[in-house]
T-cell receptor, first 114, second 111 residues
Framework: DAGVIQSPRHEVTEMGQEVTLRCKPI?????LFWYRQTMMRGLELLIY????????DSGMPEDRFSAKMPNASFSTLKIQPSEPRDSAVYFC????????????FGEGSRLTVL | GENVEQHPSTLSVQEGDSAVIKCTYS??????FPWYKQELGKRPQLIID?????GEKKDQRIAVTLNKTAKHFSLHITETQPEDSAVYFC??????????FGTGTSLTVIP
């Protein structure tokens, strides 16, 4: 398996623009997580899905952030409108959801909002 | 919700020495404690984990200990090598689905 695949790897955009980050989890994994990593806050859980259903989105910072998982092999994290404080590395991770424990992370999407 | 605290935030050791990173958690229902290593510019990867029915687990130079009563767990790296330099994250989970991470420890091994 190719692992968790994220795109884009790098995104530079201007304040106010819409940003869409994409994730393809490992085939067969039914739990998907979006994390944000910054120097100040470390790894923050934004939202996670189980069987394509959002289970906990309490970590989503505000209404500008939204996430979807239309099917088992694809998820998006959207920021609209983007702000400079959204600059961070966004990681997608998946797990089999059977309490095997291991989270498999993608390579991350580094977002810079100017 | 769960709150995981991790110390120290930075750690420098001489090659060959041991390194210890400590974490505490708040939710007594947490029962799974993984450790992730993140090399510069790369993704976090699992290096070792422990479940609440075990007090200690070892894998070559890496060991993790868990004290459920005190709600803390630690990562021990012996005979450190330059390639151990990375950021290490502890985490706690009570469902296997939701993981709460510590803020990370940047370990530097000085040759």
């Amino acid at each position: 398996d190719a692992g968790v695949i994220q795109s884009p790897r790098h995104e530079v955009t201007e304040m106010g623009q819409e940003v869409t980050l994409r994730c393809k989890p490992i085939s067969g994994h039914n739990s998907l997580f979006w994390y944000r990593q910054t120097m100040m806050r470390g790894l923050e859980l934004l939202i996670y899905f189980n069987n394509n259903v959002p289970i906990d989105d309490s970590g989503m910072p505000e209404d500008r952030f939204s996430a979807k998982m239309p099917n088992a092999s694809f998820s998006t994290l959207k920021i609209q409108p983007s702000e400079p404080r959204d600059s961070a590395v966004y990681f997608c991770a998946s797990s089999s959801g059977l309490f095997t424990g291991e989270l498999f992370f993608g390579e991350g999407s580094r977002l810079t909002v100017l | 919700g769960e709150n995981v605290e991790q110390h120290p935030s930075t750690l420098s050791v001489q090659e060959g020495d041991s390194a210890v990173i400590k974490c505490t958690y708040s939710d007594s229902a947490s029962n799974y404690f993984p450790w992730y290593k993140q090399e510069l510019g790369k993704r976090p990867q699992l290096i070792i984990d422990i479940r609440s029915n075990v007090g200690e687990k070892k894998d070559q130079r890496i060991a993790v200990t868990l004290n459920k009563t005190a709600k803390h767990f630690s990562l021990h790296i012996t005979e450190t090598q330059p390639e151990d330099s990375a950021v290490y994250f502890c985490a706690a989970s009570n469902t296997g689905n939701q993981f709460y991470f510590g803020t990370g420890t940047s370990l530097t091994v000085i040759p």
